[in-house]
């Protein structure tokens, strides 16, 4: 059974720099499978914000790409999530998931999520 | 503002059906088989029901369908039951040379 656990402060100031870390386990961070963050504002609607490869290939929600940094560590088997001058609309639920391949890039697993405040 | 377009709420009584749709663009929607639905209890991850417009992940019972026509996608419960009673997402695979995905706003499924 895949598993992602998402891990990093629950709190961040205001134009500091948000990182979270997700865990995977009963996969491959190396498999054929892409590895994304959705973010989720209280009370509203998902929000894809980046998807990596293992190879490093990576890719960005145009809305937020001059901000957004995605790794991946494949000796550890995760990946990690970097927002940088954050607000605070940048307040949400953050999301690991995995993401299907081929052309489907639907996310099929999913983390718990992490609540992650914006505040000083 | 959300890049789909999804009605704010949907009911149905027990054992009746009930059609949520997503409405996009040729640029989305309408420019790819790469549309999902997800199914959100409060507090809860979401877990996908329907990917490629019409393929249901292993579990996912057969009550759950998915259709597309057009720049518009449709989510179909039938025989709804109690425990259908959640938020439901749309999205769409929206780059043409480069990786983006957009949600919808989300759908909250009543059952009375």
């Known amino acids: 059974q895949v598993q992602l656990q998402e891990s990093g402060p629950g709190l961040v100031k205001p134009s500091e720099t948000l990182s979270l870390t997700c865990a995977v386990s009963?996969?491959?961070?190396?498999?054929?499978?892409?590895w994304g963050w959705i973010r989720q504002p209280p009370g509203k609607g998902l929000e894809w914000i980046a998807t990596?490869?293992?190879?490093?290939?990576?890719y960005y929600n145009p809305s937020l790409k001059s901000r957004v940094t995605i790794s991946v560590d494949t000796s550890k088997n995760q990946f990690s999530l970097k927002l940088s001058s954050v607000t605070a609309a940048d307040t949400a639920v953050y999301s690991c998931?995995?993401?299907?391949?081929?052309?489907?890039?639907?996310?099929?697993?999913w983390g718990q999520g992490t609540l992650v405040t914006v505040s000083s | 503002q959300s890049a789909l377009t999804q009605p704010p709420s949907a009911s149905g009584s027990p054992g009746q059906s009930v059609t949520i749709s997503c409405t996009g663009t040729?640029?989305?929607?309408?420019?790819?088989?790469?549309v999902s639905w997800y199914q959100q209890y409060p507090g809860k991850a979401p877990k996908l029901m329907i990917y490629e417009v019409s393929k249901r992940p292993s579990g996912v019972p057969d009550r759950f369908s998915g259709s597309k026509s057009g720049n518009t996608a449709s989510l179909t419960v039938s025989g709804l039951q109690a425990e259908d009673e959640a938020d439901y997402y749309c999205?769409?695979?929206?780059?043409?040379?480069?990786?983006?995905?957009?949600f919808g706003g989300g759908t909250k499924l009543t059952v009375l």
């Open positions: 990596i490869y293992h190879s490093g290939k990576t």
């Open positions: 999205s769409s695979y929206a780059g043409s040379n480069n990786l983006n995905v957009v």
């Open positions: 040729s640029s989305d929607v309408g420019g790819y088989n790469s």
């Open positions: 998931a995995r993401q299907m391949p081929r052309g489907l890039w639907a996310f099929d697993y």
């Open positions: 009963g996969d491959s961070i190396s498999s054929d499978y892409y």
